[in-house]
C-alpha cells in the first residue's frame, strides 16, 4: 500500500479540484506515485473541504463501498465531520485498489466522484476529479521461455527465537516460583515441605472443629500440643522465656502467647470460662502462629 503525501493546498487545490466557491478546498491528497501501479495495490487519496453549517453531506452522495469501475474497486469511505459556528469542515478519504488484467503497461485512472450537498439555497457538491497512472503488469507479454527459466522459490530464513525462549522460561521459572511462594503462605495443605509444622497441624485441627461444648477445650489442647512439640517437652507459663530464646522466630507475637497461657489456664485449671478464650481467637492465633512457624 502506498502512503500518502499532500499535493495541493488552497488555491492550488481549489483549482486542481475545480470546486465551486462556495465549496473552499483545505487540503487535498492524492498517492504520492501515478506510476509502476501494479494488480493489488492500494491507492488512497482524500479532500478536506470547509462549506455552510447549511448544507450536510448524506451518506447517500457517497460512493459505495465495493463499487468496481474499469478495474478499479472502491475499498474504503471514511468521513471526518468538524462542525463550527457557521461552516462546517468534512474530510473525505477513498481508499481503491487496483483489480485489472492487462498485459502492457496502460494509462489508467482513479474515477472521478460527485458528491452532492443537501440543505442550502444552492445546489452544491464537493467534485472529485479523476486521477490517471500507469498500470505496470507483473509479467509482460509474450515471453516463450519463461517457464524454462522459472527459477525456484527459497524458503524465508527462519526467525532466532532462542532470546524469546529464555525469557519464557524465566517468565515461567518466576511465576512457579510466585505461585508456591503464595502456597506456601497461604495454603493449609500439606502440599510442601516446611508446610507441616506444629503450628500448620495445629491450625487445621482447630479449624475442623464445630460448634460442640468441647471445641474450645480441644482447640486449647491443639495449640498446647503444638507448643509441647516445638519446646520438646510440656511447656508452661514460667518456660515462656526460654522457649522465646529457643525459639527467637516467636519472639513478635511474645505478648499474645503470654495472653494465651492465662486465658488456657483460666479455662483449664480456674474454671473462670468468663475469661475464656474463645473459638475464633484460638484460630487467628494459630493462623499468626503457624505464620511465624514458616518465616512469613
Known amino acids: 500500500m502506498k502512503s500518502m503525501i499532500v499535493v495541493s493546498l488552497s488555491l492550488f487545490a481549489s483549482l486542481a479540484f475545480g470546486q465551486a466557491t462556495d465549496v473552499k478546498i483545505l487540503n487535498a491528497i492524492n498517492p504520492p ?66 483489480f485489472v488484467s492487462a498485459a502492457k503497461p496502460v494509462v489508467m485512472q482513479l474515477p472521478d466522484e460527485h458528491l452532492a450537498l443537501i440543505g442550502g439555497a444552492k445546489a452544491l457538491s464537493i467534485d472529485i476529479p479523476a486521477w490517471k497512472f500507469w ?54 495443605k500439606r502440599w510442601l515441605p516446611f508446610m507441616n509444622g506444629a503450628f500448620a497441624q495445629a491450625h487445621r485441627n482447630i479449624k475442623k472443629l464445630g460448634h460442640e461444648q468441647a471445641a474450645n477445650k480441644n482447640a486449647l489442647m491443639y495449640m498446647h500440643q503444638a507448643f509441647n512439640k516445638i519446646y520438646g517437652a510440656n511447656l508452661f507459663a514460667n518456660e515462656l522465656e526460654h522457649f522465646l530464646s529457643a525459639n ?48 512469613v
Open 33 to 98: 506515485t501515478s506510476n509502476n501501479i501494479q494488480m493489488g495495490d492500494v491507492l488512497s487519496r482524500s479532500i478536506e473541504v470547509e462549506v455552510d453549517a447549511a448544507y450536510q453531506l448524506p451518506k447517500a452522495s457517497l460512493p459505495m463501498k465495493g463499487e468496481s469501475r474499469n478495474g478499479i474497486e472502491l475499498r474504503d469511505v471514511s468521513v471526518q465531520t468538524s462542525k463550527g459556528s457557521s461552516t462546517t469542515i468534512y474530510k473525505i478519504t477513498l481508499s481503491y485498489q487496483v
Open 135 to 188: 498500470y505496470t503488469p507483473l509479467v509482460a507479454e509474450g515471453i516463450p521461455n519463461a517457464k524454462d527459466n522459472m527459477q525456484p522459490q527459497s524458503k524465508p530464513a527462519l526467525i532466532d527465537l532462542s532470546m524469546h525462549d529464555a525469557r519464557l522460561w524465566a517468565a515461567l521459572t518466576l511465576l512457579v516460583i510466585g505461585l508456591l511462594g503464595l502456597v506456601y503462605v497461604n495454603a493449609d
Open 248 to 295: 527467637p522466630k516467636f519472639l513478635k507475637m511474645k505478648q499474645e502467647i503470654a495472653q494465651f497461657f492465662e486465658q488456657s489456664n483460666a479455662a483449664l485449671f480456674a474454671s473462670r470460662a468468663a475469661n475464656a478464650i474463645q473459638l475464633q481467637e484460638l484460630k487467628t492465633l494459630s493462623k499468626r502462629l503457624r505464620d511465624c512457624e514458616r518465616g
